[in-house]
C-alpha cells in the first residue's frame, strides 16, 4: 500500500484527509501550494463502509478532490491491530468506488496530537473538543503526509 511520494507532484492538488472511525469519520482538505494549511472539514457519522463511501463521494466530486490520505493505526511496535485490519478492508472498498489515488500513513498518536493542539489552541477555548477531534485528525494526517512526500 505505501507508494512513493513526489511532493512536487502534488503542487496544486487537492487532498483529503480521512480519519476512519466506527462511531464517526473525520475529514480534512488542503490544496498543496494554495490553502496555507489543512483545512477540517466535519465529520460523518459511520453507520457502515458502504453509506460511508456514499456520503464521501459527493464531497469529493464537490471539492474536486484529487488525492486522498486514508489514516491506518499500528501499535507502537509497528504491528497491525484489528482496526489496522479493518481500514484497510475500508481502502480497498474505495478505491473501486473512485477512480483517484489514495495513499495511506501511519496514524499512531494522531488523537493525542489532536487533543495537544486542542489544549493551546482559542479556536477550541483551549479544551479538547471531541465533536471536533476527528477532523483535526484528519487535517493532521495530511500534514504527515506532507512530510513523507518532502523526503
Not at 472498498?93 to 487533543?115: G, H, N, R, Y
Not at 479556536?123 to 503526509?145: G, M, P, S, T
Amino acid at each position: 500500500m505505501e507508494k512513493q511520494i513526489n511532493q512536487q507532484k502534488f503542487h496544486n492538488t487537492h487532498l483529503m484527509g480521512i480519519d476512519y472511525g466506527q462511531k464517526f469519520t473525520g475529514l480534512a482538505t488542503y490544496k498543496v501550494g494554495n490553502d496555507p494549511y489543512p483545512l477540517t472539514y466535519g465529520r460523518i457519522q459511520y453507520q457502515s463502509d458502504d453509506q460511508l463511501i456514499k456520503e464521501i463521494l459527493p464531497i469529493i466530486e464537490d471539492e474536486f478532490i484529487e488525492t486522498i490520505i486514508v489514516g491506518v493505526p499500528y501499535f507502537t511496535d509497528g504491528t497491525e491491530s484489528k482496526m489496522t485490519k479493518t481500514i484497510k478492508s475500508f481502502i480497498e472498498k474505495l478505491e473501486k468506488a473512485l477512480e483517484i489515488p489514495i495513499f495511506s500513513v501511519d496514524e499512531t498518536l494522531t488523537t493525542f496530537e489532536a487533543e495537544e493542539r486542542m489544549k493551546q489552541d482559542p479556536r477550541y477555548n483551549f479544551q479538547v473538543d471531541l465533536k471536533k477531534i476527528d477532523e483535526l485528525c484528519a487535517a493532521i494526517i495530511i500534514e504527515e503526509f506532507l512530510k513523507l512526500s518532502s523526503t
